[in-house]
């Protein structure tokens, strides 16, 4: 059974940063493509950045967090992580991991194939 557990959320002010963590059980990272997710209050959920598992490795990170929020996975400790620098208050939200098996396209971003999901850990950007 895929299971999927987030941590490292908090308050931090504008511009600082957090890093979040996913432990993945009954998958590799290595096999499977993941990606972080967020869904802001009274908004949907929206995908943020991702990265495919296998050799291939794509990132994608949605305009609004390139260039400050990273994704990394470690598939020895089969975890998931998002970087997040810079942050602003349009940040806060709800940031779910996800996964799915590594397919032939390579593609991490088509946001809707995903179906294992965490629960989410709550991120506010506050002064």
């Known amino acids: 059974e895929v299971q999927l557990v987030e941590s490292g959320g908090g308050l931090v002010q504008p511009g600082g940063s957090l890093r979040l963590s996913c432990a993945a059980t009954g998958f590799t990272t290595d096999d499977y493509t993941v990606a972080w997710f967020r869904q802001a209050p009274g908004k949907g959920r929206e995908g943020v950045s991702c990265?495919?598992?296998?050799?291939?490795?794509?990132?994608y990170h949605t305009n609004s967090v390139r260039g400050r929020f990273t994704i990394s996975t470690d598939n020895a400790k089969n975890a998931v992580y998002l970087q997040m620098n810079s942050l602003k208050p349009e940040d806060t939200a709800i940031y779910y991991c996800?996964?799915?098996?590594?397919?032939?396209?390579?593609?991490?971003?088509?946001?809707?194939?995903?179906?294992?999901w965490g629960k989410g850990t709550q991120v506010t950007v506050s002064a």
């Open positions: 990265v495919a598992g296998g050799p291939n490795g794509r990132q």
């Open positions: 996800a996964a799915k098996p590594v397919d032939a396209s390579g593609l991490c971003a088509l946001w809707y194939e995903y179906k294992n």
